[in-house]
């Protein structure tokens, strides 16, 4: 499992408030271009995001359903990336004073990519999930100097 780690300058709820938004999702997560729909009960379990990935004109419609939903604190996802296979997401969002550790594990949970060794999995997920979390640092610490 490739886990990513970074600090936000922000607390879990303002974290949160970028993560329950499904409409902002191909604006953090890498390989994610578009929305084409949010299911209106996102983020809770059994919500799916329906979204496309690639480059156009090679893009493929996809998924990604809510496993779990702990409000302000922990997402568990299954993210189809078909021919792929699927990948199971956590991330867990930690208090630190004015500050929220945002902690993301993923690994391929089905699908030829299940079949990939660890070792050649994790160098690309840790590069895919640290670009992610900075792109997701960008959106919620952006969003904080535009309240203030």
């Known amino acids: 499992m490739s886990t990513t780690t970074r600090v936000m300058q922000a607390t879990p709820d303002q974290v949160w408030a970028v993560l329950s938004d499904g409409w902002l999702y191909p604006l953090w997560v890498v ?9 209106d009960l996102w983020p809770d379990p ?30 568990v996802l299954q993210a189809h990336a078909w021919p792929a296979g699927r990948a199971k ?3 867990t969002l930690r208090p630190q004073g004015a500050e929220t550790e945002v902690v993301m594990e993923e690994h391929a949970s089905a699908g030829p990519g299940a079949m990939v060794p660890k070792a050649m999995q994790d160098p690309l997920l840790m590069w895919r999930n640290v670009e992610s979390l900075r792109r997701l640092a960008f959106l919620v610490e952006r969003r904080q100097q535009q309240v203030a």
């Open 31 to 39: 390989g994610a271009t578009r929305m084409r729909d949010v299911d």
């Open 46 to 75: 059994g919500a799916r995001l329906h979204h496309s990935v690639g480059t156009w004109p090679l893009t493929l419609d996809d998924i990604t359903e809510v496993e779990e939903c702990v409000p302000g604190s922990r997402l």
């Open 89 to 91: 997401v956590t991330i």
